[in-house]
DNA sequence: AACGAAGTCAACCGCTAATTT
DNA sequence: GAAATTAGCGGTTGACTTCGT
């Protein structure tokens, strides 16, 4: 396509962290004219950013209700509990945790969860080194084993879900779970 | 006190899915 | 139905902070 103007005057976007000025004019256009068509918001609220950034800064900054920090241990077993389901789901876990975002619930299982895991694992790995394999065959598979675990097995530590949690005590929360999905 | 390593988290990138034209 | 546009997702990066020596 050929530019309508001189192809050197290509504008260059912000990058990097938001100012409080660059929150305020997004918060105050978003708050007149809602928050879609994020490439309109871009180039009209005079912001020098682009559409992507500036869904990403209200999404997980700006818009209300965001709860920030001071993951609770209910919120974290969630989480856990969740990611066990979903695997790396982050949007659909954030889905079940109100003020919370998809990016959050990310950083904070690999910063925090991913190692916590990884350590049980080790420790549960020394300490059911004698169990059969053919014990871990009769449990009963996960729900979501064919799309969670695939996802789960390509960026997990080497250790058995079914050793950190116990899916047969799982399932009434798993179907409350999916009851929730079908009926919003 | 200074420095490097490790940890944390905000933001970007590339891609796909969904929607609009 | 096809093409273009927009929205959304997950992975990754890089700046900043904290910790250990």
Same mark, same amino acid.
Request: with cysteine; proline share 4%; charged share 30%.
């Given at each position: 396509?050929?530019?309508?103007?001189?192809?050197?005057?290509?504008?260059?976007?912000?990058?990097?962290?938001?100012?409080?000025?660059?929150?305020? &004019? %997004?918060?105050?256009?978003?708050?007149?004219?809602? +928050?879609? #068509?994020?490439?309109?918001?871009?180039?009209?609220?005079?912001? *020098?950013?682009?559409?992507?950034?500036?869904?990403?800064?209200?999404?997980?900054?700006?818009?209300?209700?965001?709860?920030?920090?001071?993951?609770?241990?209910?919120?974290?077993?969630?989480?856990?509990?969740?990611? &066990? %389901?979903?695997?790396?789901?982050?949007?659909?876990? +954030?889905? #079940?945790?109100?003020?919370?975002?998809?990016?959050?619930?990310? *950083?904070?299982?690999?910063?925090?969860?991913?190692?916590?895991?990884?350590?049980?694992?080790?420790?549960?790995?020394?300490?059911?080194?004698?169990?059969?394999?053919?014990?871990?065959?009769?449990?009963?598979?996960?729900?979501?084993?064919?799309?969670?675990?695939?996802?789960?097995?390509?960026?997990?530590?080497?250790?058995?879900?079914?050793?950190?949690?116990?899916?047969?005590?799982?399932?009434?929360?798993?179907?409350?779970?999916?009851?929730?999905?079908?009926?919003?």
């Amino acid at each position: 396509m050929a530019p309508k103007n001189d192809g050197s005057a290509k504008k260059v976007m912000n990058k990097g962290a938001w100012t409080a000025e660059e929150d305020s &004019k %997004l918060s105050q256009y978003i708050e007149v004219h809602g +928050a879609k #068509r994020w490439k309109t918001i871009a180039a009209k609220s005079g912001l *020098n950013r682009c559409g992507k950034s500036c869904r990403l800064r209200w999404l997980n900054y700006l818009r209300p209700n965001i709860k920030r920090g001071n993951i609770s241990d209910e919120e974290e077993d969630l989480i856990l509990r969740l990611h &066990k %389901l979903l695997g790396n789901r982050w949007s659909l876990i +954030a889905g #079940r945790l109100p003020g919370r975002t998809d990016n959050e619930i990310k *950083n904070y299982w690999n910063s925090h969860l991913s190692k916590k895991i990884d350590q049980k694992g080790k420790t549960q790995e020394v300490s059911t080194a004698q169990e059969t394999t053919s014990q871990l065959k009769t449990r009963a598979p996960a729900p979501m084993e064919e799309e969670g675990a695939k996802i789960v097995g390509s960026s997990e530590p080497t250790f058995d879900v079914n050793e950190f949690f116990d899916f047969s005590t799982e399932l009434e929360w798993v179907n409350k779970f999916f009851e929730l999905d079908e009926n919003p």
